[in-house]
C-alpha cells in the first residue's frame, strides 16, 4: 500500500539523488489532448526546500510539458528504483516554467553546476508525495549518460540554439502556446 507523505525527507532526498532517470507526466485540459511523458536523465533535478522540487528543461522534439504547465500547472514526476531495493516515488504538485530569456533564469540555472543552457527550468511545488511497492519494475544496469545532448548544445553557439529553441518550439502538439519570448509575453 502506498505511503503519503507530507513533505521530502532525508530518506526520501537520498532515494531521489540515487537515481539516474526519472519521468515527467504532464497532459492538456483537453478530453482531445495528448498525455505527456517524457525520460529526464543527466544531474538535471534540484530539490530547494521539502515540498519544491525543479528540474532542466534541456529541450527535445516536443514542448509538451511547458505548454501543460502554461495551461494548466499539474504534474507528476516519478522516479523508479532500477536498482537495489524496489520502490516507486511519485511526486505531485503544481508547475511552472521559467523560460531561458527569463530575468529568473539565471538564479535557477545555479541550481544545476555544469549546465551551461537548457530551455526552460520547471519549478513544482509539491501537492503529494507518495510512494509505492516498485515490486514489478525490473533491474537495469547504468551504464552512463549518453552525450548526444550535451555534445549538441555545447558546440552551437548559445544565441542562435536559443532563436532555434524559440522557433521550434512555440507550439505544441496539441497547439497550445509553448516556449514563448519574456518580452514578447509581457507585452
Not at 5 to 22: G, N
Not at 46 to 70: K, N, Q, W, Y
Not at 107 to 117: D, H, I, T, V
Not at 126 to 134: K, M, V
Amino acid at each position: 500500500m502506498a505511503k503519503v507523505f507530507d513533505h521530502l525527507d532525508d530518506k526520501l532526498i537520498a532515494f531521489i539523488r540515487r537515481q539516474h532517470m526519472y519521468f515527467v507526466a504532464t497532459a492538456p485540459l483537453s478530453p482531445d489532448g495528448h498525455v505527456n511523458l517524457s525520460p529526464k536523465g543527466y544531474d538535471s533535478f534540484a530539490i530547494i526546500d521539502p515540498t519544491t522540487v525543479a528540474f532542466l528543461d534541456m529541450g527535445g522534439s516536443g514542448i509538451e510539458t511547458v505548454a501543460h504547465l502554461r495551461e494548466n500547472g499539474r504534474i507528476t514526476i516519478m522516479f523508479c528504483a532500477f536498482e537495489g531495493a524496489p520502490n516507486i516515488l511519485r511526486l505531485y504538485g503544481e508547475g511552472s516554467s521559467t523560460a531561458m530569456d527569463s530575468p529568473d533564469y539565471s538564479a535557477l540555472l545555479e541550481l544545476f553546476p555544469g549546465r551551461p543552457q537548457a530551455r526552460a527550468v520547471i519549478t513544482v511545488r509539491l501537492t503529494r508525495i507518495a510512494d509505492s511497492c516498485g515490486w514489478a519494475v525490473p533491474f537495469y544496469d547504468y551504464k552512463g549518460e549518453r552525450d548526444q545532448l550535451r555534445r549538441y548544445i555545447d558546440n552551437v553557439e548559445p544565441e542562435t540554439w536559443q532563436a532555434k529553441r524559440f522557433e521550434g518550439n512555440a507550439w505544441s502538439i496539441d497547439g497550445l502556446p509553448g516556449l514563448v519570448r519574456t518580452v514578447e509575453a509581457a507585452e
